[in-house]
């Protein structure tokens, strides 16, 4: 068996941050075999204490946000007691925005997360998503930042999800053969709309996968190669006449499908600024 590996994540906050950022670390090295620790809400000398306990017992790797002085001190001291290496994955960011401002920062735990409007108006997102994932609520759907739109199974639902999580209003509409695009499509200085498509091979086999989870195993023309490339021909082809800018997610995460979709907003709101 190979050697097992030891992260220990110390946040005075949810610790969501740090998570995030230790775990988009991680995935550059596919195949190490690493257990993660998390210490939330580190706060006072003694939950600190706890946690250095925890860490002295399985020693590795330990990133840090605490962002109280004494306590930062604390963490270091005792790590370099144990000859274990400590990293504070907010240091850099701060200093260099402290410097870039021109003022010191205040040194309040789990600021980051505190709930202002921009926390509420992420929530207000995700409702309004919800409420208009696959064509619902057409009579609301302008107010949508985004729709985005294509072919059955190609990722509209968790983008707009993904898209609602970082405050953007977004909603989807399926395209269906034979079907009539909605008008709010094709009306004038409405949200922007962003065409999505795969390539057929891989529709169809994302297509077959749902089908199997639901327990269908017939063929049917939603599943026919040829029949999916004729869809998706359309689709991009619809794309094209009504002028709007399209995205290949076959290779594609929900992140970068997401993120390239947030460009063209900030490209629409620039011009129209």
Known sequence: MGQKFHIHLVSDATG??????????????????????????????HQLQRSVDHIAISPGLVFFTLVNPRLREMLLTRCGSLSIVCVDVMERPVAELSKFLGITETHRPGGQHEVDQRYLARIEALNFTIQHDDGQSLDTIRDAEVILVGASRTSKT?????????GVRAANIPLVPGMAIPPVLSQPNGPLVVGLWVSPDRLVQVRRNRLASMGEERDTNYIDLDIVRSEIAAT?????????????????????????????LTERREKAS
């Open 236 to 264: 991009r082809q619809l794309f094209e006449q009504q002028d709007w800018p399209s995205i290949d997610v076959s290779r594609r995460s929900i992140e970068e499908t997401a993120a390239s979709v947030m460009n063209l």
């Open 158 to 166: 968790p983008t707009c999800v993904y898209l609602a999580i970082r």
């Open 16 to 45: 969501e941050t740090l998570n995030a950022i230790v775990n988009a670390a991680m995935a550059q090295f596919e195949g190490a075999d690493v257990q993660l620790h998390s210490y939330a809400l580190v706060r006072s000398e």
